[in-house]
């Protein structure tokens, strides 16, 4: 037991080291801005020590209401199996609530081991009753959605305006040693910084990322330093700004122009988000420990020794931070605070991929590209489009707005508005899923929410000073994802409606009515059930299909991660003789599908597990509407019923090799023409090859087993066929004016601009067959 304790330790230990390269740099390097942004208006023309005081003590009380408080003791507590994050929230909510729009929602799915969490176990009879009434109001869901997806495009927002902001602010310190320096040389060099790091995104941060931990705590410490040094030489007394009596006295002299002021208070709690959003990489345990030791009290030490500093050099408030440093120290802390902006920005760049991604997964973004190799950490992903997007946008602010104090109104203003977000279904989450009374939930929206609202009306008064930025652009980002979301909802209802009944399979018989030829085609659907119209509109142009037919439906639970072995559900369509077969992939909302990863292979193993398995009568399978489904490779013998040999990998055979022919059904001409051509397209060859034969020594109670296991082998040596559908989306000719234009302008147009589903799915061109439809929405 003594071990194990002493392991635990030790690794909340590694764990809280490394949180501070990812998780802190953007709250650390806020001591850059703040006092200037606070100071930048007419509050300037109040140059007493109770007006610094009264600042610091704002301060103080939000970074310790709104980080400490709310996000590190209490959002910390709502995690979704570890994972945090603004749809880790909405994921629980759906599970606990049927909140989700997104449609495929079986059974099965509450059976995954990640699905239910027994801390939230407990109900209270008023939010069951509460809970209730939102799930029979359909306008209930989807106002829960766009507040998801609003806070979504916020924190998008965050991912071009925490670049922009932090860089610029560290580089522009050269201006109080150098003051002849002019305003362009500054600005060439953080765009110079900005475009360095955007163009290096795709290489990921595996071979750096060592170094960002000892950034980030170095800086803090150093920041720490100072602060201690500026308290000591210039004001002792200013730990009493640490009463909220000087906040009082502050508005009291102030008034107006400090209400307005405080939009550059809050940008001290800027980067709070990032610790609950980053949580799946860490623990709570290392999170707190990080932040208690260190974070926080270096935060704290910082601000009092520049309102130490500024109550006996009020005239320096422009610059306090750099001009609070001795002179001795102030290009080595120049230096800190860049490198601390660049790690800084790289995580919440990298945090702004995950989001998109999972704004992908559930339906709500247009199909990207997502890269994600086997070196890198895992959960890092890169998204081009995305990451040009970012840099164009962080580029654009960065040059447009001159006064380095407007783009902190843009970036205060993003960040509270996502806190607020996040408050509310905090709220949501403590009545749903902890199950604690509705009062206790709008007590906790009511206290952390009108602290954030007062915040925010200030930072409203700055919408035409750069605050209008980000706003515009969030509900542009928004529009974007919820159309997306409208058209990719109607398109599944129209094939949930017009899918094939399977009385009308049944009476083809085995062949189906067409002729059977050697191979494996795998008809992808969005349908877990029935047959799609994709598939009878194939076999309508063109009467044939091959030997074993595969329906392959690809769909996202709203869990994080699903665990690999339980995320093929296998089962059969029609009888045995039919060879027909439908795989449901699950994933996650935060599973990263692998380059490398062979669904191919996978896929005959799990057939060929579930065959065996339905011949043994195993208790595994599930009824289900086509027949009975089973989560194959949860089963001891999964991956010992096939033997596999490699033929081929990445490209590595020699191309002086004559054409390898294997045996299969097909003519020796096909399969010498094929075997020529995958040679003279190497990016053919880059796929994984093996062979699948049966087991020699297997015994089959049931002779019909080892020939339907046999017919699949030869079908995979044969070759597999991709059929997707190529859709063509029209509206209605009586549809209302408003959704023939989100269909046929909004719609239509970022499918025509957006990846095509095989780049996504990574099916190769030579074995893709795209059928044609046409869908009236």
Excluded at 657 to 662: D, E, G
């Amino acid at each position: 037991m003594q071990v194990d304790r002493s392991y635990q330790c030790k690794g909340v230990l590694i764990l809280a080291y490394q949180s501070f390269g990812v998780l802190f740099g953007d709250l650390s390097i806020s001591p850059l801005y703040v006092f200037k942004s606070t100071f930048s208006g007419n509050l300037s023309n109040y140059q007493s020590e109770d007006v610094i005081f009264g600042a610091l003590s704002l301060i103080f009380w939000t970074l310790t209401l709104l980080s400490l408080f709310k996000h590190v003791i209490i959002l910390l507590n709502a995690d979704d199996n570890g994972e945090g994050g603004i749809f880790a929230l909405y994921s629980l909510l759906c599970r606990h609530a049927k909140f989700s729009l997104l449609p495929n929602h079986q059974t099965a799915d509450e059976e995954l081991s990640t699905y239910h969490n027994p801390r939230y176990s407990y109900r209270n009879p008023q939010s069951l009753t509460v809970k209730r009434f939102a799930e029979r109001h359909k306008k209930a869901k989807t106002a829960l959605l766009l507040l998801v997806l609003f806070g979504t495009c916020l924190l998008i927002c965050v991912g071009f305006l925490t670049p922009a902001i932090s860089i610029r602010s560290a580089i522009e310190g050269v201006k109080v040693r150098s003051s002849e320096l002019h305003y362009g040389v500054v600005l060439i060099i953080a765009c110079i910084l900005l475009v360095g790091l955007f163009v290096l995104q795709h290489r990921g941060t595996y071979r750096v990322a060592f170094m960002f931990a000892p950034i980030v705590i170095l800086w803090s410490l150093s920041i720490a330093a100072i602060g201690v040094y500026n308290i000591l030489k210039w004001n002792p007394r200013v730990y009493k700004a640490l009463s909220p009596y000087y906040i009082y006295t502050f508005f009291r002299d102030t008034r107006y122009d400090g209400w307005i002021s405080i939009g550059g208070v809050l940008l001290c709690v800027t980067g709070a988000e990032a610790m609950f959003a980053d949580l799946g990489q860490y623990t709570a345990a290392s999170i707190r420990l990080s932040f208690f030791c260190i974070i926080y009290p270096c935060l704290v030490l910082q601000y009092m020794g520049q309102a130490a500093f500024l109550s006996k050099n009020f005239a320096a408030v422009s610059t306090s931070f750099y001009a609070s440093i001795p002179d001795s120290l102030f290009w080595p802390v120049l230096v800190m605070a860049t490198l601390a902006a660049i790690v800084a920005s790289q995580s919440v760049i990298s945090a702004t991929f995950s989001i998109v991604k999972q704004s992908y997964a559930i339906g709500c973004f247009p199909r990207v590209k997502v890269v994600h190799k086997s070196k890198w950490f895992r959960g890092q992903i890169y998204i081009p489009e995305i990451n040009w997007v970012l840099l164009v946008l962080c580029l654009a602010v960065t040059v447009g707005f001159r006064d380095i104090n407007h783009l902190g109104n843009a970036y205060g203003l993003t960040y509270m508005s996502a806190m607020f977000v996040t408050t509310w279904l905090t709220a949501l989450i403590i009545n749903f899923v902890w199950g604690q009374s509705l009062v206790l939930a709008l007590l906790f929206a009511l206290f952390f929410g009108s602290i954030e609202i007062i915040f925010l009306s200030s930072s409203f008064i700055r919408i035409s000073k750069g605050g209008w930025v980000p706003l515009v652009l969030s509900v542009i980002f928004m529009l974007i994802m919820f159309v997306w979301h409208y058209g990719s909802r109607k398109k599944y209802l129209y094939d949930f409606h017009n899918k094939v009944p399977m009385k009308q399979i049944l009476t083809l018989g085995p062949s189906l009515g067409i002729v059977r030829v050697p191979g494996i085609g795998l008809i992808f659907t969005a349908l877990v059930s029935g047959v799609p119209a994709t598939f009878t509109r194939f076999l309508t142009n063109l009467p044939t299909f091959y030997q074993v037919a595969v329906f392959v439906c690809e769909k996202t639970v709203l869990v994080p991660y699903v665990p690999q072995k339980e995320r093929y559900l296998i089962g059969r369509i029609g009888p045995k003789s039919f060879r027909m077969y439908r795989c449901i992939v699950r994933n996650g909302y935060k599973d990263v599908q692998k380059n490398e990863d062979d669904f191919e292979n996978d896929l005959i193993m799990s057939i060929a597990e579930f065959i065996q398995l339905e011949a043994e009568g195993s208790g595994t399978l599930e009824g289900s509407v086509d027949g009975r489904m089973a989560v194959v490779r949860t089963s001891e013998k999964f991956g010992k019923r096939l033997e596999i040999s490699e033929l081929e990998r990445n490209g590595e055979a020699s191309s002086s090799m004559p054409p390898t022919i294997l045996n299969s059904s097909k003519s020796h001409i096909l399969q010498y023409l094929q075997s020529t051509y995958e040679m003279e397209s190497p990016g053919s060859t880059l796929r994984r090859r093996v062979r699948f034969k049966l087991q020699p020594d297997m015994n089959y109670r049931d002779p019909n087993v080892k020939d339907e296991l046999l017919e699949l082998v030869e079908a995979k040596q044969s070759g597999v066929a991709y059929v997707l559908g190529h859709s063509h989306i029209k509206a209605k000719m009586n549809a209302p004016c408003l959704k023939r234009f989100m269909i046929h302008v909004a719609y239509l147009f970022l499918r025509k601009n957006c990846r095509a589903p095989a780049v996504v799915l990574n099916i190769p061109q030579t074995c893709l067959i795209e059928v044609g439809m046409n869908y009236y929405l």
